[in-house]
């Protein structure tokens, strides 16, 4: 065996045997370092005959080529292996829990009342408002009910104290935004106005704050057939059911004529009425045609303008949609029940993904 | 409005079957809002005879019966005083379901002897309140019968609701004319007995033709008043109007059956003649009821020389009404304005079935008639000779005639009905068309001969008629109106217009930014009580009639509202933590002012494995909460000053609800407040039963400016061409310093160069106070030189020096 060869053998086991990067750093220096023994090797090469070169250059050169490969090779071995025991050591219980960012909601008031706007936008509806603390005249007068009118005690109205002429009350309904909207603005009109109104009734099925919307068209031709489909049409795109039925019912409103109270057909399903079908009915909203007195009072001439006006429970319409069965908690705040019934923030109505959510 | 199934028939021929003529008064806008049969639940119950009754061998107070229901005698043990041999009574059999005491009767042992069912009190049948004993039935009651069948209990009574246009269906008569409209049946002819009178009519008159136009009087003479008929109790009994006696009793059986309101006086308590007359202010009336009324001035009362006896077409006097010993009377039978009575009524706050009729108004020409059949009654059931009628003044006649284009029920109702139809549905409702007074005299020769518009007549009882479309809705209700067929409304070519308003989208979006930052959004009531309501400055309108003491102040701010529901979550999750969130109005002296409110209490986070210890909510949460959501609002964010709150702000906020060093407002120059936030000041944490610390935020969300729209293209993007370069500046600053100013005066100091300065970090020592600021520096064309960096540099420290900082070395 040659100098050469023994060696190669020796640098070999030594790079094999170094168990750290700095032992073979010193293998790497006592090799191919100034000092190295492979480096000793080459510069005899100087000093050679070219016959010597052409035989103990290859060998010496071959020597020089396989220790460097073996060093790198023994490197990147060493170097996987501390990254190996580094990230072994770093290891988490990742069972261990996190902390999420706490998920807020959207009133079920709120989401419906945003639903209707995406409803009847798509009919051609503008939303409107009007002010909750409103006056005797447009809560009362303007819509056809005189002071003496027994429509009045049909309605339990919250005064405000102090001397106001004319009288405030609480709007009761939120039928005065027709007043305003026909006061406000030229037909043709066909706005919806949700919000709170007041009466002064509390039990298991009324609070003295609850919402409602007021739908309102004025335009020349209107019938109560409009009036039939707009209504089926807004019930079947918020309950996302085609067998939605309604019932018209002759009613009395002072502000519309003819009257219809609306009923909705439902069935039942495990013991819950389901909306659709037709095995009972239930009572859902209030509608008729616009008085003429009412018409006139905005200032309209009832002979060229007339259409229709209803108004319906927003709270009534989400408890239907939504299961609730009590209406008392909707004002309660109950975190529990705010994040049970609430909606995601993301949960945007819109048309093409189904207002409902 | 109730009335049994006989009672209709009285004055409908008919032959629809009960399920018939409920589905046809809910159809023509009568709601049916219940129907009740007594008798159906008392199928079980029969006549029966006491045979023999033995004292109990082991009970003093109980008595062996032996009973006879028909079917030969049987043992029953019965505890009822009266029990005795030979009487007649109701008997339930074992299985008999008894729906007073809620038992379904067996054979039982009672102290040893076996009994085999039992005999019933009125309270146990539901029949009444009697319980001192059984029932006990005349003699000639037939031993066996049902006891419904004998005592005509199987007569269902509906109960319909009748809107308050409806004064024709306060009567019996009324829903049967609807419903002989409606094809249910004929309505039947309704002749009245007039008796003439013997004697010269009662002296009445009217001096408040205004209150009450018309006053007629009939007086009888030599009355016995007992009880009234059999047939008529049962009646009155079957919806629930007790039986008084004779005299009262016709009264309120008129009332109901033809919805005509009498009053009858016991002429011996009166002095003189009757007038209805203005109350003077000031008098007093105890009325039937037994409660005293003070009258106003304005009211109508009918009076004799004396005293008050009737406030008018509303409740009569107790002194003169009818007793067992009357026996001269005086009937009246007036016509009193609905809207006198309506006012009446109102200020007394006093209701009754005359109120009712007369508030939505009796049909002013039944006054002879109805005395009529009144006084016919009386002399029927009572005896007595009747007086003449003394009519004085007279009820309002004039007839009412609207022009009625028939095409108008396409037009308005959307229904197509054919003209001559809607002229036999019009005449069938009592209403009048040309020549054409009745149904009877419709032919199409003479049908031909009505001009168009039709001179429709209003019917004397139907006030509420008085325009075209109501004859619309006459002629839909009768027809049908759930036959009109649905039309689609005109839809614009295209996709539908954005219709949302800005202020709509603002509270939209703000909504969902304040849901996505993890709030609950709550919906409290507008109202709060007074003390909540002073805790944030006081409301600027008050309820007059509140629900309660709690519900009175329209808020005027959201924060009581919310304070309120946070302590209720707390109490009912101890240790947990609050967001809530609320968009609504603030009731102002000027304006609702759309509002949001944030409230954050209990933890906010909880103790946990990564931070240690529970954390509370602090002023810088809320700062955090009202940017956030200000910037979603579009508000410039960066341009606004922290200000404190103020003692009164404009439009009234008490900066007293804060606490005074943790609060601030977010204002847009100096006046425009746009958000108020931090912490709560303790006291009026103290006033909603909180325990803080507790955050809060209200953005005034018509403060926030709107958006400015230049379209739907963003400007250019043209990033800067060379790198930013940041330099960090410690200064010592006074301890009073705002952070804020020295930011502010740092970014002025080379407004071409600094693009942001931000405090990073801070540190209070020793009565020292030190502020580090990094300070961004971008260069434009070219990259900055050493000394353009010294330059700017030189700059922020001299206008921070300006401020009192100074490097700290």
């Known amino acids: 065996m040659t100098d050469i060869e023994t060696l190669h053998d020796r640098l070999l086991a030594d790079t094999a045997d170094a168990d750290t990067l700095d032992k073979l750093e010193a293998v790497r220096v006592g090799a191919l370092g100034k000092q190295g023994s492979i480096t000793a090797l080459l510069k005899t090469l100087g000093g050679m005959t070219p016959e010597q070169r052409q035989s103990e250059g290859p060998r010496i050169h071959g020597l020089r080529e396989a220790i460097t490969a073996a060093i790198t090779g023994r490197k990147a071995r060493l170097e996987q292996d501390a990254l190996d025991a580094r990230l072994a050591s770093e290891k988490l219980d990742l069972t261990l829990p996190v902390d999420l960012p706490a998920p807020g909601t959207v009133h079920p008031v709120s989401q419906v009342m945003d639903e209707l706007a995406e409803i009847f936008a798509d009919l051609g509806f503008a939303v409107a408002t009007g002010p909750e603390i409103e006056d005797d005249w447009h809560n009362f007068s303007a819509l056809n009910i005189p002071d003496t009118h027994p429509a009045r005690a049909m309605q339990d109205t919250f005064y405000l104290a102090g001397e106001h002429e004319p009288p405030m009350v609480l709007r009761t309904h939120t039928s005065p935004v027709q007043i305003r909207t026909m006061l406000a603005q030229k037909p043709p009109i066909r706005v919806i106005a949700p919000g709170r109104v007041y009466r002064s009734d509390w039990d298991a099925t009324h609070t003295p704050m609850f919402h409602q919307v007021e739908g309102l068209v004025i335009d020349k031709g209107i019938t109560l057939g409009h009036l039939k489909w707009t209504l089926e049409t807004f019930l079947r795109a918020f309950f996302e059911r085609d067998d939605i039925v309604l019932r018209l019912r002759p009613s009395y409103f002072p502000f519309t004529e003819p009257s219809a109270e609306v009923d909705v057909g439902y069935t039942m399903r495990n013991g819950r009425r389901v909306l659709g079908g037709s095995e009972g009915w239930m009572e859902l909203l209030g509608s008729g045609m616009v008085h003429p007195r009412v018409i006139e009072a905005c200032g309209l001439d009832p002979n060229e303008w007339q259409g229709f006006a209803f108004g319906v429970g927003v709270d009534r319409l989400a408890m239907l949609k939504y299961g609730m069965d009590d209406l008392r908690p909707f004002f309660e705040s109950d975190v529990r029940w705010l994040k049970h019934y609430g909606f995601s923030a993301l949960d945007v109505p819109t048309l093409s993904g189904g207002v409902g959510a | 409005m109730k009335f049994t199934l006989s009672w209709l028939k009285e004055h409908l021929e008919t032959s629809a079957s009960l399920d018939e003529i409920v589905d046809a008064l809910t159809r023509v806008g009568l709601e049916v809002e219940g129907v009740a049969d007594p008798g159906a639940k008392l199928g079980a119950f029969r006549v029966a005879r006491v045979l023999t009754a033995e004292r109990h061998p082991q009970a003093d107070k109980l008595q062996v019966l032996s009973v006879d229901a028909g079917d030969g005698p049987v043992q029953v043990v019965c505890g009822a005083p009266n029990a005795r041999a030979g009487m007649l009574g109701v008997f339930g059999a074992p299985g008999a379901y008894v729906p007073g005491s809620d038992i379904t009767l067996k054979i039982a042992a009672i102290r040893g002897v076996e009994s085999n069912g039992m005999m019933c009190s009125e309270r146990e049948l539901e029949l009444g309140e009697g319980h001192d004993g059984i029932i006990e039935l005349p003699a000639d009651a037939p031993v066996g019968t049902s006891f419904p069948d004998y005592a005509g209990l199987n007569d269902p009574v509906i109960d319909v609701s009748v809107t308050p246009n409806r004064q024709d269906c306060m009567g019996v008569r009324g829903i049967a004319r609807d419903l002989a409209a409606a094809g249910l049946g004929a309505l039947k002819p309704f002749h009245v007995k007039h008796i003439p009178g013997e004697d010269v009519g009662p002296e009445v008159r009217t001096d408040d033709p205004e209150g009450c136009p018309a006053f007629y009087g009939q007086a009888v003479s030599g009355v016995r008043n007992g009880d009234s008929p059999d047939w008529m109790r049962r009646r009155l009994l079957a919806i629930g109007q007790k039986p008084i006696s004779a005299l009262v009793d016709v009264t309120n059986y008129v009332m109901i059956d033809l919805g005509r309101p009498l009053h009858v006086y016991d002429r011996a308590k009166l002095q003189g003649g009757l007038v209805a007359r203005k109350a003077r202010a000031g008098e007093q009336v105890v009325a039937l009821n037994g409660k005293t009324y003070t009258l106003g001035e304005g009211m109508t009362v009918i009076a004799d020389e004396a005293e008050v006896h009737d406030i008018g077409g509303i409740m009569g006097g107790e002194h003169s009404g009818v007793s067992s010993g009357t026996t001269d009377v005086l009937i009246e039978c007036a016509y009193f304005d609905p809207d006198h009575i309506a006012r009446t009524g109102q200020k007394l706050g006093l209701t009754s079935d005359a109120r009712q009729r007369f508030e939505r108004g009796v049909d002013p020409a039944f006054l002879d008639d109805g005395l009529a059949h009144a006084t016919a009654l009386v002399l029927e059931i009572c005896g007595g000779t009747a007086s003449e009628v003394t009519r004085a003044g007279e009820p309002p006649l004039e007839p009412r005639v609207i022009r009625y284009d028939p095409r108008l029920c396409d037009s308005l109702g959307g229904l197509h009905v054919p003209p001559e139809r809607q002229a036999r549905i019009l005449l069938s409702l009592g209403f009048k068309m040309g020549a054409i007074d009745h149904t009877d005299a419709y032919s199409d020769a003479l049908f031909a001969t009505v001009e168009s518009p039709w001179p429709v ?88 009639n509140p629900i309660s003491e709690e519900l009175k102040v329209m808020r005027p701010s959201l924060l009581p509202g919310l304070l309120s529901a946070a302590a209720r979550n707390l109490r009912q999750l101890p240790g947990g933590g609050v967001r809530l969130f609320e968009i609504g109005r603030r009731y102002l002296a000027d304006a609702e002012r759309s509002t949001l409110g944030v409230v954050l209490a209990g933890d906010r986070s909880q103790r946990n494995w990564r931070t240690g210890k529970a954390t509370a909510y602090d002023a810088f949460d809320a700062k955090a909460e009202a940017l956030a959501l200000l910037a979603q609002a579009g508000a410039p964010v960066d341009n606004l000053q922290v200000l404190p709150v103020p003692s009164t702000v404009e439009g009234g906020e008490a900066g007293d609800a804060w606490h005074p060093g943790q609060s601030g407002t977010l204002r847009l120059g100096p006046k425009t407040v746009l958000a108020a936030f931090g912490m ?18 209200e953005l005034y969300l018509d403060a926030i400016p709107a958006k400015r729209t230049q379209g739907f293209a963003r400007p250019a993007y043209a990033p800067p061409a060379l790198q930013p370069v940041r330099r960090d500046f410690a200064f010592l600053v006074p301890a009073e310093l705002a952070a804020d100013a020295l930011v502010r005066a740092i970014k002025g100091a080379d407004k071409a160069n600094i693009v942001s300065a931000r405090v990073f970090d801070l540190f209070e020592k020793d009565g020292e106070k030190s502020v580090a600021v990094e300070v961004v520096l971008q260069p434009g064309e070219k990259s900055f030189t050493d000394a353009d960096l010294k330059a700017v540099s030189d700059r922020v420290v001299a206008a921070a020096a300006k401020l009192g900082a100074s490097l700290r070395g």
């Open chain 2, 457 to 544: 007549t209003v019917p004397t009882w139907r006030r509420d008629v008085d325009g075209p479309a109501d004859l619309v809705e006459e002629v839909i209700r009768i027809e049908g109106i759930d036959k009109v067929p649905s039309t689609a409304l005109p839809h614009p070519p295209g996709v539908a217009k954005p219709t949302a308003t800005p202020e709509q989208k603002l509270e939209r979006r703000l909504r969902r930014a304040a849901a996505a930052r993890g709030l609950d959004e709550a919906v409290t009531w507008s109202f709060v009580s007074g003390a909540e309501a002073a805790a944030f400055g006081g409301g600027a309108w008050r309820i007059a």
């Open chain 2, 680 to 697: 709560l000041h303790p006291k009026t944490l103290k006033a909603f039963d909180l325990t803080g610390p507790i955050a809060a935020v």
